[in-house]
């Protein structure tokens, strides 16, 4: 049986501890043991309670969330992070993702991204529990940070970024159905149009194929469902 991940929320405003906890404990194989409402009593927790997972907020009294996962990093505790914050500026979410974090999460979000956030960590997270590891094995586990720079190897057409394909890919990989562009963009919070154009793209190199569906009133509407495993190398 998986190990059951053990979560520490680290938040300042109560109700949405409250709801991030409920969202994160619908994921199974996920419990939150333990909520900070700052730096401070996030490192406290990390200490005593020894979790596997922080989601943490940046925009946080005290000690924010950007000094805690510096300290994280540069004091080497053994925990993973995933920031959730409505930061959005370019400078910030580069920070974060060069100090380690597994995932970006902007507020607000939908239960959907949360749990796609979940189950690409969980998947790493038993690859990571092998003793000694094969290429291919080591291939699949690779961290963020390390995915982000081999990102610079792959040349996108226009308009397409690196770091929107794989919300959009890792969101469609996980979806239990198809989706439309418009269904996809309302749970990552971003246009129709824009999720369209990374849609098309992942179709046209394999990783999606779509289909019409014919409603008994309306136009037909185009979804998307993910296809094909063995070319992920393309949208890392």
Request: glycine share 6%.
């Amino acid at each position: 049986m998986s190990e059951t991940i053990r979560v520490l929320l680290v938040e300042d405003d109560p109700m949405v501890q409250e709801i991030n906890k409920s969202f994160i404990e619908r994921v199974e194989g996920f419990k939150v043991v333990g909520v900070a409402k700052n730096g401070y009593e996030a490192l406290e927790k990390i200490n005593q309670l020894r979790p596997h997972l922080a989601l943490l907020d940046l925009y946080m009294p005290g000690m924010d969330g950007l000094e805690t996962l510096r300290i994280i990093r540069r004091d080497d505790y053994d925990i993973d992070v995933i920031a959730v914050t409505a930061a959005n500026d370019r400078e910030t979410v580069m920070r974060v993702m060069r100090l380690g974090a597994v995932d970006y999460v902007f507020k607000p979000f939908q239960f959907e991204r949360i749990k796609q956030a979940l189950l690409r960590y969980q998947s790493n997270f038993q690859r990571n529990k092998l003793e000694t590891f094969s290429q291919p094995q080591f291939d699949q586990s690779k961290p963020v940070e390390q995915e982000k720079k081999e990102e610079h190897d792959i040349h996108y057409p226009k308009g397409i970024q690196a770091f929107t394909l794989r919300q959009v890919s890792d969101f469609l990989r996980h979806s239990e159905k198809e989706i439309s562009a418009e269904e996809l963009g309302q749970q990552i919070g971003m246009s129709r149009v824009t999720v369209r154009r990374y849609l098309e793209y992942l179709e046209t190199v394999g990783q999606a194929k779509s289909l019409m569906v014919y409603g008994t009133i309306g136009r037909p509407m185009k979804v998307y469902t993910w296809v094909n495993e063995q070319k992920e190398q393309n949208v890392k």
